[in-house]
């Protein structure tokens, strides 16, 4: 028989629908059967039990919020009768516990690029990284040029990642800027680099040097267009050696260990915290159980989950970061007049979730059960195996960007109302249902929604970890990379002149 509702967590005062529902259609719970009042689409909850007005409504064996009025078994359980517990900062206690996950030992390889200095890449990509958003223009005609030139060569692509900022920036904002360019001219999975500048910005290439630090100059090469007689064809010049220097790296058997891989979701449902937030779960404990490392970013959706990766700091030092990680960017809502628990959006309520706990406690899955080795603020490269947390907004470009910056080969990114956009990094575009995936074929890349057709979570975690290789090898490439979706966006804070 067909299942139409889950329960996900024994102590839970609703149930999560498979199904759409009408009025009289009836469920069966612990042999009792309840009998629904009105129409409840799938994605959405249904009362179990009656749950009294101010009463906690618990979902995931937590609370997601308080009803607002009686509700009876059978209702519909929304917006319309939940509201959220959450207020503004607060103050934690270090209550620590173990984490299930054991690094095991494994001969488990991808096929990646060992860069001189060490790192490794999943890509052999060249980069352009323009210092100022007003010559995005000229950067995209050199890399339409050098595409178009050296399209037969072993290089995965010659990509331009648009953006607005490095002119007329002051403080945290030009820094922001910087720390999030800099840590893209790191990133291995780009074999080379052309840094291009205009000559007259807040960060002119001589500035932008000092923020970038030790860089091989065969890898990394600089224009300043403003002192250019013709830029597109220096620039053409440039791109030349940069394509030689990349064609000398060829794939090679790395370990798995050395895998770093960032978690997001976005335009999430009803499904998110039940299929495919967990299965990223799944994985980034195997990848860490492995040696690799995980980032797990948006710090508003932690709010009203952020106990529970607090309890797997892995020391006491690491909890009071979570608390600040999370305290801090309360404040900064709160320092521009807005609502701390304004989420979740439009979209997400439509797909059925209610409160900012609910999205929170769905969010946080992605971290699986491991340690929380380190907390990282915006713009910050990871140095440690095992999960990180990385500060962040929701804003699914801002924060795409910020996981690749920060060194991720790969952006696991689950959905389940879809979207095209991907970042500089394979974005692995993750659907919670299965319509979605049918829908959406040139957007997804792996369906989770099977979880709910019977499929169990070893076996499509084997089969999506199978999957992560084949695609960190080149074997396969997701739609992002097809399709050329790749882009960058970057947080601003402050004052523009």
């Not at 999560?16 to 009792?32: E, M, Q, R, Y």
């Not at 096929?111 to 990284?129: F, H, K, L, M, S």
């Not at 490392?293 to 797997?312: D, N, V």
Request: aromatic share 8%; proline share 3%.
């Amino acid at each position: 028989m067909e299942s139409t509702h889950i329960i996900v967590n024994q102590l839970d005062n609703v149930a999560f629908a498979l199904k759409n529902f009408k009025a009289g259609d009836t469920i069966k719970v612990a042999h009792k059967v309840i009998t629904i009042h009105e129409e409840i689409v799938a994605g959405h909850k249904i009362a179990i039990r009656t749950i009294e007005k101010n009463e906690n409504v618990i979902k995931y064996g937590y609370p997601i919020g308080k009803a607002t009025e009686t509700i009876r078994p059978g209702d519909w359980v929304h917006t319309h009768n939940v509201k959220t517990n959450l207020k503004g900062t607060m103050e934690y206690s270090y209550t620590p516990k173990p984490s299930s996950v054991k690094r095991m030992e494994t001969d488990r390889t991808f096929q990646g690029y060992v860069r001189e200095n060490g790192d490794v890449g999943i890509r052999n990509e060249i980069w352009i990284i323009n210092t100022v958003g007003c010559i995005n223009k000229t950067c995209e005609i050199v890399a339409k040029n050098a595409t178009e030139q050296y399209k037969d060569e072993n290089l995965d692509g010659v990509y331009h990642y648009p953006h607005l900022f490095g002119c007329s920036q002051l403080g945290d904002d030009l820094h922001n800027t910087q720390k999030i360019l800099s840590n893209l001219i790191h990133h291995p999975n780009a074999a080379a680099i052309l840094v291009m500048g205009l000559g007259c910005e807040n960060n002119y290439i001589e500035e932008f040097k000092k923020v970038i630090g030790d860089y091989d100059d065969k890898r990394v090469k600089f224009l300043e267009i403003q002192e250019a007689e013709d830029e597109i064809e220096e620039a053409m010049n440039l791109m030349e050696e940069l394509v030689t220097y990349a064609k000398s790296f060829e794939r090679q058997p790395v370990s798995i260990s050395k895998l770093k891989v960032g978690l997001k979701c976005g335009g999430s449902d009803g499904y998110s915290g039940i299929t495919a937030n967990p299965l990223l779960g799944s994985f980034s404990d195997r990848l860490i159980s492995y040696g690799g490392a995980t980032i797990l970013t948006e710090t508003p959706e932690m709010f009203g989950a952020e106990q529970i990766l607090m309890e797997r700091s892995k020391d006491e030092a690491t909890f009071r970061k979570i608390v600040d990680l999370v305290n801090d960017f309360k404040e900064y809502f709160i320092r521009h007049g807005q609502n701390v628990y304004e989420n979740p959006s439009p979209g997400n309520k439509k797909g059925g979730i209610t409160t900012l706990e609910e999205k929170s406690l769905g969010n946080v899955q992605k971290g699986g059960f491991a340690q929380v080795a380190d907390v990282l603020p915006y713009g910050s490269r990871i140095n440690k195996a095992g999960l990180n947390l990385l500060q962040g907004p929701g804003n699914d470009l801002i924060s795409v960007t910020a996981l690749a910056a920060s060194g991720a080969h790969i952006v696991l990114f689950t959905t389940g109302r879809g979207t095209p956009f991907g970042g500089p990094v394979p974005t692995v575009k993750i659907s919670t249902n299965s319509p979605l995936f049918q829908k959406k074929k040139n957007w997804i890349d792996f369906n989770a929604g099977v979880l709910v057709d019977g499929k169990g979570k070893e076996e499509l975690t084997d089969e999506f970890f199978e999957y992560i290789i084949q695609m960190a090898s080149g074997e396969v490439r997701t739609n992002n990379e097809k399709f050329g979706f790749k882009e960058i966006s970057i947080f601003k804070d402050g004052v523009i002149l």
